[in-house]
């Protein structure tokens, strides 16, 4: 006798066509019933089955390769005189417990179709379907249906409404759908804001400018880009010097994954991540027989690829026929510009045309960011197509955690799931912080979260906690043990006690210090500090980030039988700023740290040269860049477990670097050199600690030769590795490690003990 059955499906299934599959499920088989999405998941009622329930899920999971993960509940229902099957409106009557949809790039399918002239959508740039394009970028509301995205301003045409409700469509319920008829459009204007043509003649002119040497703006996904000829050394010193970016390196968008491994050496892994619907940057090694600007990436060997996002990345890449320079639209250390209105008034001075569309964002994202290394991808920033991040992370109560004021990402828990957003940037900017707010309230307002209570950075005067009210309950996580736990996570490693090493720039300490090496026998609620970096002044605080001379002097500075005369031959400094560098050193007011970030930019300052970088952690990327893996020989440290905390002594290794630099011998050898001396000590200190697994943590860990050097020798069957993954290993993977610790802390301790305090410091 024929049953009927409803069925919850929980997991990442909106946005993706969901529920035109199961319509196409019932229909095939002539089930009536309804489906709809919902806060919780997406609700399926059938009738008339015959067949039992275990069948009917098995069946229902080949629908749709995303339902093959799905959770689905299913429930016996009471029997109805339905004869058809319908979608019907979603329903908003609790807190959301699916995952937001994220940002897709255009599939096969419609570029396809873009590109054939008997299709409606030829040349319709913002083409997508239920399988591709804007989501998070466009979602003003959960559940996901157009009626809650910026789209809703756009009345579809009848051509669109037929593809949009058809069963034998492909576009049906595809809630981004949209054509030349009903919008939205695009359009192309001078930089004084004058429109020039719409539609293709846009793309025409955007590319004719960008073969000429022009910089032309985009309005993308989540927000606008900067597009260059990566061919054209004048057009790209041109976009740098408008840009005000100095040295850090630029993304190459390629057409096509053949014209990618010209440019580029895929690995399996980054061949995957770069043909992923989330359509990253992938960080990979360059190949050099491909004539590009030198100042695309100066000094180093690798380069960022992307492929094309939408129809338009994809136009103007035919079009110009050569790949481009893509980088975020904004002058450095800016937010991401947005809004039409606001690109020309703030991009103007950068970009010789602009290409814009009509769709409203409602939430900016920069391009996500990630790099193969040690077997594994390795997200650096997580943005458009990877944030929300779900994390797998159970939160009992609402927890909001505000990360940490350089590249900033809030990470927010509702009661029934955990994300971590999209990154911010560095809170150092105004307007940065504006951005911040905005993207806290957006994420409490999209997760409908009313949260108990706050996560912050353990540092006393972190910015983070000065844009919110006072009074609000806020639990203070110390920074490196928060790194740690974000790895725990990463490995669904929670519930047990693990060694982390946590390796960054700086971070502050419980014992009011900089850390940046710390290496901890942690739980998700507390840790005991076993080994540390041996301290060392950091002569005039912040300004020794952008200015590694002074770290070297501090650090040859403790070395015996290194003369004054020495340090200002290796250091390149004249004896006058020498001078009151080491005056300074002694200093009472100035701060000490144990960072190891900090001793890679000053070691890079003594192989690789004198000269102040261009952004946070170059001086480290061009010390990994010249690395001679052919090179014999190692660095030693020194582990001095005498002491408590132990100490991971570098003056050993220093002592022999400068032997090497006395030999002339060459930087590629002393780099590789270092990088060994750097993970030998690692596993050393690793074995003089309890038998646990091992993560590892911090933004010194975004290093690939280093990653590489520790998981090389790892034993198969030893301990476990933890290694970095999805949750980006810097800064801006911080507030993941913070909403675990707290949510761990409620449970272990209640909630009348943890608002308003910090955790705790020890096991």
């Known amino acids: 006798m024929p049953a009927s059955y409803q069925l919850l499906i929980q997991g990442a299934v909106q946005g993706q066509g969901i529920r035109p599959a199961l319509a196409r499920f019932a229909e095939a088989r002539n089930l009536a019933g309804r489906v709809c999405n919902t806060s ?24 749709h390769p995303a339902l093959a993960e799905a959770a689905i509940h299913i429930d016996e229902h009471a029997a109805s005189a339905e004869t058809d099957f319908r979608i019907e409106d979603s329903t908003t009557d609790a807190t959301t417990s699916v995952p937001v949809p994220r940002d897709v790039a255009i599939c096969p399918e419609c570029l396809s179709e873009f590109h054939s002239t008997s ?47 058809s069963p034998d469509r492909r576009r049906r319920h595809a809630q981004s759908i949209g054509c030349s008829s009903c919008g939205p459009r695009i359009w192309v204007t001078d930089r004084l804001g004058h429109q020039l043509a719409a539609d293709d003649t846009a793309c025409q002119i955007a590319a004719l400018a960008l073969r000429e040497g022009q910089i032309v703006a985009l309005r993308g996904v989540g927000g606008y880009q900067l597009l260059v000829d990566a061919t054209n050394e004048p057009a790209v010193a041109r976009l740098r010097q408008r840009k005000r970016r100095v040295s850090k390196p630029f993304a190459i968008l390629c057409r096509t994954v053949v014209i990618s491994e010209q440019l580029g050496v895929l690995d399996d892994m980054a061949r995957q991540s770069l043909v992923d619907p989330s359509n990253p940057i992938v960080i990979v090694p360059r190949r050099w027989s491909r004539s590009l600007a030198a100042g695309i990436h100066p000094g180093l060997n690798d380069i960022g690829i992307m492929l094309p996002t939408t129809a338009v990345h994809d136009r103007l ?37 602009q290409v ?12 996500s960011v990630v790099r193969s290394m040690a077997g594994r991808s390795v997200t650096i920033r997580c943005g458009r197509g990877m944030a929300p991040l779900p994390l797998n992370l159970t939160i009992s109560v609402p927890i909001v955690a505000f990360g940490a004021f350089q590249k900033a990402a809030i990470a927010c828990g509702n009661g029934f799931q955990a994300v971590l957003g999209p990154y911010v940037g560095d809170l150092t900017d105004l307007s940065t912080r504006d951005r911040w707010q905005h993207s806290l309230r957006d994420l409490l307002e999209l997760y409908q979260a009313e949260p ?47 060694i982390g090493i946590a390796a960054d720039g700086q971070g502050f300490g419980p014992d009011g ?30 300004a020794a980030v952008l200015d590694p001379g002074r770290v070297a002097v501090s650090l040859l500075s403790q070395l015996s039988g290194v003369s004054t005369q020495e340090i200002a031959e290796f250091t390149g400094l004249n004896s006058r700023r020498l001078e009151a560098l080491t005056a300074s050193v002694g200093i009472r007011t100035t701060p000490w740290t144990s960072s190891l970030g900090r001793l890679f930019d000053a070691v890079a300052w003594l192989i690789v040269g004198n000269r102040p970088p261009g952004y946070v952690g170059e001086p480290a990327a061009l010390l990994e860049a010249v690395c001679d893996r052919a090179a014999t020989g190692c660095y030693e440290w020194e582990l001095r477990t005498n ?41 050393n200190v690793y074995h003089h600690c309890p ?3 091992l993560v590892l943590g911090g933004g010194v860990f975004q290093n690939r030769r280093l990653c590489e050097l520790l998981a090389m020798d790892w034993p198969a069957n030893g301990p476990r590795l933890g290694l970095p993954g999805n949750i980006p290993p810097n800064d801006s993977g911080l507030a993941a490690g913070q909403l675990a610790i707290v949510s761990a802390l409620r449970r272990q301790y209640g909630s009348s003990t943890v608002s308003g305090r910090k955790e705790n410091a020890c096991v």
Request: proline share 7%; charged share 25%; glycine share 8%.
């Open 452 to 498: 108990a209570v706050y996560a912050a950075d353990g540092h006393p005067d972190d910015i983070t906690r000065r844009l919110l009210p006072k009074g609000l309950p806020i639990v203070d996580v110390w920074h490196h043990h928060a790194h740690i736990v974000a790895g725990m996570l990463e490995e669904n490693w929670l519930d047990e006690a693990v």
């Open 691 to 693: 038998p646990r697994p």
């Open 643 to 683: 002491q408590q905390p132990w100490q991971l002594d570098w003056r050993p290794m220093l002592v022999e670097l400068l032997r090497d630099r006395r030999r002339e011998v060459l930087p590629g050898v002393m780099a590789e050199r270092f990088h060994r001396g750097v993970a030998n000590v690692m596993r």
């Open 40 to 63: 919780q998941g997406v609700l399926l009622t059938l009738h008339g089955v015959r067949i039992p329930a275990v069948q009917l899920e098995r069946q229902i999971r080949t629908a």
């Open 317 to 353: 890449l035919e079009l110009a026929d050569r790949p481009l320079v893509c980088t975020s639209g904004n002058l450095e250390g800016s937010p991401l510009v947005v809004d039409v209105r606001e690109a020309l008034s703030e991009l103007s001075g950068i970009a010789d045309l």
């Open 513 to 542: 210090h900089l850390w940046g090496c710390e290496v901890m026998e942690a739980t998700a609620t507390g840790f005991q500090r076993l080994a540390t970096l041996r301290p060392y002044a950091l002569p005039g605080g912040e």
């Open 119 to 165: 299709d409606r959508r030829f040349q319709y740039g913002l083409i997508s379907c239920t399988r591709c394009g804007p989501r998070y970028s466009i979602i003003q509301g959960m559940p996901y249906d157009r009626p809650r995205t910026t789209l809703a301003e756009f009345p579809l045409c009848s051509a669109c409404r037929k593809d949009y409700e």
């Open 356 to 367: 814009h569309h009509d769709r409203p964002i409602r939430h900016s994202l920069d391009d």
